[in-house]
């Protein structure tokens, strides 16, 4: 079975950086979409920032802040956020769309890392 694993988040004071990392693992055939999601107490879950083979996309909200990448060598990708703000503050998840044999195309999540951005 395919397991996404994010890692990466934590405190930090405005304007801040951070790197988070989702790393994916099982009998994987091809990744075709790599993104990241966020979800802030009390509100619903938001993409932040998503990758395919021929784009780059963000919300508005991050565009010249964060900046999404992934590893052409491995089944890992990146969220690079920097100028971070309070209103950062959330879960972030990895999310994927990932090509197996046994499931086909399908989406995966990976269990969250929390971003804190407070002075």
């Known amino acids: 079975q395919v397991q996404l694993v994010e890692s990466g988040g934590g405190l930090v004071q405005p304007g801040g950086s951070l790197r988070l990392s989702c790393a994916a693992s099982g009998s994987i055939v091809a990744i075709n979409i790599m993104g990241w999601y966020r979800q802030a107490t009390g509100k619903e879950r938001e993409l932040v920032a998503r990758?395919?083979?021929?784009?780059?996309n963000y919300t508005d909200s991050v565009k010249g802040r964060f900046t999404i990448s992934r590893d052409g060598a491995e089944n890992t990708w990146y969220l690079q956020m920097n100028s971070l703000k309070p209103e950062d503050t959330a879960v972030y998840y990895c999310h994927a769309n990932i090509y197996t044999y046994r499931d086909g195309s399908i989406y995966y999540w990976g269990q969250g890392t929390q971003v804190t951005v407070s002075s």
């Open positions: 990758i395919t083979r021929i784009s780059t």
